[in-house]
């Protein structure tokens, strides 16, 4: 990436600064101490271009935010656990929006599996294995290999995140499993989801919106986006869709749970990418006026 320098007059090739070069920021001395932490946090692929830098540098940084984003997100369940009564009504209210707008397929869909133990066990592995682990996978690939997608990739998720944790305060939703005619078909017949999704740290009345369905989408367009001239591109664009008929068989979501997790998840994506945008003009501002 190349800026010029503020000044007036005609500029030569030579006088601009390209800050993709290792000697323009060889040790990081243009930006104070304070300041350059900030700013490696938000883009670290600058710090990966650091003297004897290696491709983790600067990990342990992005794992506090990402850390501190987590307890935030998952400290929310103590404000909604005692939002029972409104979160079943909701979901009744939830209900009938759909039946309206016939998108009230849940029922129907829950009865298309129920007797096929194979079919419920593939879509309950894929409610707990093809979340969590796809995510982390992707951020520590995406760390590792493509330093722009990362910072994408992670801000959208704390964008969609702090969106969803709006929804879960101000409108709490049981999930259709929690109402009759529905079989809570992970809890019933699993134990390996209270290893990934602890039922202490759960937020139970968070159904709207879906950040599974949400939060996958976002590693199937990043991850699409980030591997190049490789059919394999196309095998994480799987992941949203496997997870939106997972949401549904399992009766963990309604319909429109997963409609506006994808929603939500699209609006952080492009949001996140102006924050990208604007982090790395304002990097580029400040090389050009060392």
Do not use: C
């Not at 104070?32 to 700013?39: D, I």
């Not at 109402?179 to 602890?198: A, E, I, M, N």
């Not at 991850?223 to 190049?228: E, G, W």
């Not at 319909?255 to 990097?283: F, H, P, Q, S």
């Amino acid at each position: 990436m190349r800026f010029k320098p503020r000044g007036g007059g005609a500029m030569a090739d030579e006088d601009f600064v390209d800050i993709s070069d290792d000697a323009a920021i060889e040790d990081g001395s243009i930006l104070p101490t304070f300041g350059r932490s900030v700013l490696d946090a938000f883009n670290p692929h600058i710090e990966s271009k650091r003297k004897n830098s290696t491709p983790w540098a600067g990990f342990t940084a992005q794992f506090v935010l990402i850390a501190i984003a987590a307890v935030l997100y998952f400290g929310v369940r103590m404000v909604t656990k005692e939002a029972e009564s409104a979160a079943f009504a909701h979901a009744e209210d939830l209900l009938r929006f759909e039946r309206r707008a016939g998108l009230d397929i849940e029922s129907w869909a829950q009865e298309l599996i129920i007797g096929n133990e194979a079919i419920v066990t593939f879509f309950n592995w894929v409610y707990i294995w093809l979340h969590w682990p796809m995510v982390l996978g992707a951020f520590f690939w995406l760390y590792r290999y493509n330093k722009r997608g990362f910072v994408l990739f992670r801000n959208a998720m704390i964008l969609s995140g702090a969106i969803g944790l709006v929804f879960f305060v101000t409108y709490p939703v049981a999930p259709p499993r929690f109402l009759d005619g529905f079989s809570d078909t992970v809890s019933d017949l699993s134990t390996s989801y209270k290893y990934l999704q602890p039922p202490s740290i759960v937020n139970k009345f968070a159904a709207l919106p879906s950040l599974h369905v949400g939060w996958n989408l976002l590693v199937g367009v990043v991850l699409f986006q980030a591997i190049r001239q490789s059919p394999i591109r196309f095998l994480p664009l799987l992941s949203p869709v496997l997870m939106t008929m997972a949401v549904v068989f399992t009766a963990n979501h309604f319909v429109v749970d997963a409609l506006m997790g994808a929603a939500i998840a699209l609006v952080a994506l492009y949001g996140a990418k102006l924050m990208t945008d604007w982090t790395e003009k304002r990097a580029g501002e400040r090389v050009a006026n060392t």
